[in-house]
């Protein structure tokens, strides 16, 4: 078993920005990767960015590349989602996911990962 806990989210004003957080615990050694998703309000849940443990590699989503960056610490075993340039479409509960193979991770559904966190709202204000 793998517990995520995530925080970092908030309340921000569009232009603004936030770093998430996602502290992962338990079985961690079989973690392949890590993901980031979120949900807003009537909308189904849609890929923000991924990343491979192991070697750091990460993808985007279009509609967020340029503006987040998704990193982790071997360390702490956390992952951060620094989000810039805030807009209210951001506005979502975000969580973050973890996959224990490559086949779960590469599924941007997300339908396939191992465990999630409880999940963070975010809300941009215009």
């Known amino acids: 078993q793998v517990q995520l806990v995530e925080s970092g989210g908030g309340l921000v004003q569009a232009g603004g920005s936030l770093r998430l957080s996602c502290a992962a615990s338990?079985?961690?050694?079989?973690?392949?990767?890590m993901g980031w998703f979120r949900q807003a309000p009537g909308k189904e849940r849609e890929f923000v960015a991924r990343?491979?443990?192991?070697?750091?590699?990460?993808l985007y989503a279009d509609s967020v590349k340029g503006r987040v960056t998704i990193s982790r610490d071997k360390s702490k075993n956390t992952v951060y989602l620094q989000m810039n340039s805030l807009k209210p479409e951001d506005t979502a509960v975000y969580y973050c996911?973890?996959?224990?193979?490559?086949?779960?991770?590469?599924?941007?559904?997300?339908?396939?990962?191992?465990?999630w966190g409880q999940g963070t709202q975010v809300t941009v204000s215009s």
């Open positions: 996911a973890s996959a224990a193979s490559a086949a779960h991770y590469y599924d941007l559904s997300g339908t396939k990962y191992d465990y």
């Open positions: 338990g079985r961690t050694f079989s973690n392949y990767g």
């Open positions: 990343i491979i443990w192991s070697t750091g590699s990460a």
